[in-house]
């Protein structure tokens, strides 16, 4: 895994070979970013990242100046090797959430972030649920950006608040949030 850009810019860790996540790919995730650069300032922000497998998302939005990160993951595996890169990196700013991100986005307190990123299991049937608990629970604050990443075989464009949908190889991401 590596941190593309920002204070952490360039850093490696390498992921255990036993891992199930499937991490979004550097030349996605760069792309990604290069896009969310125009559309958000991360300097204080906070973000929260659903299905967080890796830590990678997390770890380049502290790396490219958000305040806080919230990180939802529920494999113990997973959620360790975070707990791991986090001391790697010395720092207090990554809240790691260990449990089930559609239980935290069913009992979130009134708590609303900058930018919002989820990446759930391909194989998940209720990817849907996902925008439309973000857009109910009102997660999103004002001109933030809520961004998922998904099989082609989901289309979100007829969901409140989708702005458009990006394409890198087999990685699909839709934003939603303030056009643009």
Known sequence: MRIISGIYGRRRF???????????????????????????DFDGAEALDLFAGTGSISFELLSRGCRLVTAVEQDRVHAAFITKVTNELKTDALNLIKGDA???LHITPEQSFDFIFADPPYSLLNIPDIPRLVIEKNLLRDNGIFVIEHPRTFDFSSFPLFNQHRRYGAVNFSFFGPRQ
Do not use: G, Y
């Not at 550097?26 to 969310?36: H, M, S």
């Open 14 to 40: 390498q992921v255990p070979a036993s891992f199930k996540a499937r991490p979004t790919t550097d030349f996605a995730k760069e792309n990604l970013f290069n896009v969310l650069t125009h559309l958000i």
């Open 102 to 104: 559609f239980r935290f």
